[in-house]
């Protein structure tokens, strides 16, 4: 089973959209636009919120990955 972890090499802000791309292997970019689409649709403070824990919860990626 993979663990999930930030990415160092596909971030934008914090790492947490590339590390579930690469853990699911999805591309990042459409993990992000759904993010900002589901911002803008059901409000902002709560996925920022999400965010901003998510960035102090989970890990960044070890040095080799």
Same mark, same amino acid.
């Given at each position: 089973?993979?663990? #999930?972890? =930030?990415?160092?090499?596909? %971030?934008?802000?914090?790492?947490?959209?590339?590390?579930l791309g690469e853990m699911f292997?999805?591309?990042?970019? #459409?993990? =992000?636009?759904?993010?900002? %689409?589901?911002?803008?649709?059901t409000g902002i403070v709560p996925f920022v919120l999400i965010y901003i824990v998510g960035w102090l919860i989970i890990p960044p990626a070890p040095a080799g990955q």
């Open positions: 089973m993979k663990k #999930l972890y =930030r990415s160092r090499k596909n %971030l934008m802000i914090a790492g947490i959209c590339g590390g292997s999805v591309d990042p970019t #459409l993990l =992000r636009l759904a993010l900002v %689409l589901l911002c803008v649709f």
